[in-house]
Nanobody
């Protein structure tokens, strides 16, 4: 099975930056996609960004486009989410996710999930 280990997150002030990383291991498929989801208290989990391991194609939810940047390194096994110009509404638990296809991750049905990391943005 694929295992996803997240790092980063924490507390930031509005307008500040944070960086999340997720290292995946156990891939048995050569391509697929890695992405990030988040869940705020009382709200459903939402996909916010995704990147293809084969061609680097990316997806961003409208609410984070222009502020967040997703990238992939380390032989395509580490995905990083650079979060700039943070807003209080970005406060949530952030989850790394992996799937066999870009569409499955973007569509909200990845095959694997990380344990989640808290991001809190104060106003």
């Amino acid at each position: 099975d694929v295992q996803l280990v997240e790092s980063g997150g924490g507390l930031a002030q509005a307008g500040g930056s944070l960086r999340l990383s997720c290292t995946a291991s156990g891939f048995t498929f050569g391509s697929g996609a890695l992405g990030w989801f988040r869940q705020a208290p009382g709200k459903p989990r939402e996909g916010i960004s995704c990147i293809s391991r084969s061609d680097g194609s990316t997806y961003y939810k409208d609410s984070v486009e222009g502020r967040f940047t997703i990238s992939i390194t380390n032989n395509k096994n580490t995905v990083t989410l650079q979060m700039n110009d943070l807003k209080p509404e970005d406060t949530a638990v952030y989850y790394c996710a992996a799937g066999t296809g870009f569409g499955t991750v973007v569509g909200g049905s990845p095959d694997y999930w990380g344990q989640g990391t808290q991001v809190t943005v104060s106003s």
